[in-house]
C-alpha cells in the first residue's frame, strides 16, 4: 500500500478527528475513502466532459448533425409505434409487461 503524509488546516483535522470517533473508524480509513470517492468521481466527470464534447463536435459537424437527427426521428418513431402496440394491448385485456414465453 502507498504512503502519504498530509497537512490538514486544524479545522479539517478537528471534523475528521469528529468523524473517526462518531464512525469508529479511523482517520486512514475515513481519508482513503474519502479519496477513493473523489478520485472516481473525477474520473466519470472527465468521462461526461468527454463524451459532451464529442457529441458537440459531432452535431456542430452539418453531415453528422443530419444523421443524428434521423436517427432520433427512427428511434421516435419505434417508441411511438411500441407504445400503440402496448395500448392496443391494456385496451384487449393483455398485459403488455406479462411475459409470455416459457424461461
Do not use: C
Not at 17 to 30: Q, V
Not at 42 to 59: C, F, G, N, T, V
Amino acid at each position: 500500500m502507498s504512503h502519504i503524509s498530509i497537512r490538514f488546516p486544524e479545522s479539517i483535522g478537528k471534523q475528521l478527528d469528529e468523524e473517526a470517533r462518531f464512525s469508529d473508524r479511523s482517520r486512514s480509513d475515513l481519508v482513503r475513502e474519502a479519496v477513493g470517492e473523489y478520485l472516481t468521481r473525477r474520473q466519470k466527470e472527465r468521462r461526461i466532459e468527454a463524451m459532451s464534447r464529442a457529441a458537440r463536435d459531432l452535431y456542430s459537424n452539418a453531415e453528422t448533425g443530419a444523421d443524428a437527427r434521423r436517427i432520433q426521428e427512427d428511434f421516435d418513431a419505434v417508441d411511438t409505434g411500441q407504445r400503440a402496440i402496448e395500448n392496443e394491448e391494456r385496451a384487449a385485456g393483455i398485459d403488455p409487461d406479462e411475459k409470455w414465453w416459457d424461461e
